[in-house]
């Protein structure tokens, strides 16, 4: 399992990219369990008011979330570069600079 961590505006994004063998998450809309690599983060958006309260850049915004859209990538680069560009178009529709998001992707330790 490997884990891709978004930092920008003082907050953070963090999801995962399931590897080969482990078993992905299986729920209503999950890709097809024959991929071999499967990307599965929260999507969010801001909105006037509702949602949850975020602080940005030092302000505070209200952000609403959608369910997850898990996909599946026949190779791990391309679930990687999917996963980096997913974590950064979040960013961006909270008023972040894309370029300025720092994105690392780390092995997730086993428990």
């Known amino acids: 399992m490997l884990l891709v961590c978004g930092s ?3 907050t953070d ?11 992905p998450p299986s729920y209503k809309g999950a890709p097809d369990e024959d991929a071999p690599y499967v990307w599965v983060c929260d ?3 801001q909105v006037e008011s509702g949602g949850s309260a975020l602080r940005v850049d030092g302000s ?8 997850p859209m898990p ?10 570069t999917a996963a980096e560009e997913h ?10 600079d894309p370029g300025t998001v720092d994105v690392e992707v780390t092995k997730a330790d086993p428990v």
């Open 87 to 96: 974590v950064r178009t979040q960013f961006a529709r909270i008023g972040v």
């Open 13 to 23: 994004l963090t999801g995962t990219v399931f590897e080969r063998g482990e078993d």
């Open 8 to 10: 920008g505006g003082g």
């Open 71 to 80: 996909r599946g990538f026949d190779t791990k680069d391309t679930a990687v």
């Open 60 to 67: 505070e915004i209200r952000v609403a979330f959608e369910e």
């Open 43 to 45: 999507s969010f958006y």
